[in-house]
C-alpha cells in the first residue's frame, strides 16, 4: 500500500480533459517536489512533470501540473489517444527516507 | 543522448543471488544519483533504491533492505545491484533510472530494463 493515494482511473473523450490527484502528506509533498511519470505499455516510464509544475522539453502545454500543500495534481487537456497511459505521481519522503511512487492512475481516452 | 542499459536478469530460484547491472552513456555519471526502479506483473512501478554519485550514501525500500545492494563504479559509467535471498514477490522487470544531484530529484532517463523471475 502506497503512503501516496492516487484515483485508480479516470477517462474521457478525445479533446476532453482529465485530472489526476495525488495525496500525501507533510513529509512527502509538503517538504519535497513532486514528479509525474507516464507509463506506457512495454516502454519505459517517462518523466512528465519536475519540481512541481515544470514540463521537461517535449512534453506539450496541455500537460499542467500543480501543488498546494499535502496534495498534488496532474491535468491533462486536449486528450488524445496516445494518452492512454498509467500515470504516477512520486516524491521522496523525509521521514522514511524513500522515494515513493503512487498507486497509479490508468487513463483512457 | 543520455542511454541506460540494464543486463542480468533471468530466472532464479528463491533464496538464491543475482547480480543486476545498468551501462551508463551520454552524460557525466559521477555526477548523478542513480536509482532502481521495479514493477512486478500486473502492478505499479516501486522504487527500490538508490545510490549517491559518490557512493557515499545509499537508501532502500524497506521490502529490499538487508537483501538487496546497490553500489556503482564511476570509472565504469555502471551502478549495480546485488540482489540475495531473493523471493518470489521480487519478480518484476528491474529498470535502472538516473536520478539528479540529490536522492529526492526525478528521474528524468530510464532505461528498457530487465526482467528478473523468481520460482522454484
Known amino acids: 500500500q502506497s503512503v501516496l493515494t492516487q484515483p485508480p482511473s479516470a477517462s474521457g473523450t478525445p479533446g476532453q480533459s482529465v485530472t489526476i490527484s495525488c495525496s500525501g502528506t507533510?513529509?512527502?509533498?509538503?517538504?519535497?517536489?513532486v514528479y509525474w511519470y507516464q507509463h506506457l505499455p512495454d516502454s519505459a516510464p517517462r518523466l512528465l512533470i519536475y519540481?512541481?509544475?515544470q514540463r521537461p522539453s517535449g512534453v506539450p502545454d496541455r500537460v499542467s501540473a500543480s501543488k498546494s500543500g499535502t496534495s498534488a495534481s496532474l491535468a491533462i487537456s486536449g486528450l488524445r489517444s496516445e494518452d492512454e497511459a498509467d500515470y504516477y505521481c512520486?516524491?521522496?519522503?523525509?521521514?522514511?527516507?524513500?522515494?515513493?511512487f503512487g498507486p497509479g492512475t490508468k487513463v483512457t481516452v | 543522448q543520455e542511454h541506460l542499459g540494464e543486463s542480468g536478469g533471468g530466472v532464479v530460484q528463491p533464496g538464491e543471488s543475482l547480480r543486476l547491472s545498468c551501462a551508463a552513456s551520454?552524460?557525466?555519471?559521477?555526477?548523478?544519483?542513480m536509482h532502481w526502479v521495479r514493477q512486478a506483473p500486473g502492478r505499479g512501478l516501486e522504487w527500490v533504491a538508490v545510490?549517491?554519485?559518490?557512493?557515499?550514501?545509499?537508501f532502500y525500500a524497506d521490502s529490499v533492505r538487508g537483501r538487496f545492494t546497490i553500489s556503482r563504479d564511476n570509472a565504469r559509467d555502471t551502478v549495480h545491484l546485488q540482489m540475495n535471498g531473493v523471493r518470489p514477490d521480487d519478480t518484476a522487470l528491474y529498470y535502472c533510472?538516473?536520478?539528479?544531484?540529490?536522492?529526492?530529484?526525478?528521474?528524468?532517463?530510464w532505461g528498457q530494463g530487465t526482467l528478473v523471475i523468481v520460482s522454484s
Open positions: 512520486s516524491a521522496w519522503d523525509d521521514n522514511l527516507s524513500v522515494y515513493i
Open positions: 551520454g552524460f557525466v555519471f559521477s555526477s548523478y544519483t
Open positions: 507533510r513529509s512527502n509533498i509538503e517538504a519535497n517536489y
Open positions: 533510472a538516473r536520478g539528479g544531484g540529490l536522492p529526492r530529484g526525478g528521474l528524468p532517463t
Open positions: 519540481k512541481n509544475d
Open positions: 545510490v549517491s554519485h559518490d557512493e557515499k550514501s545509499t
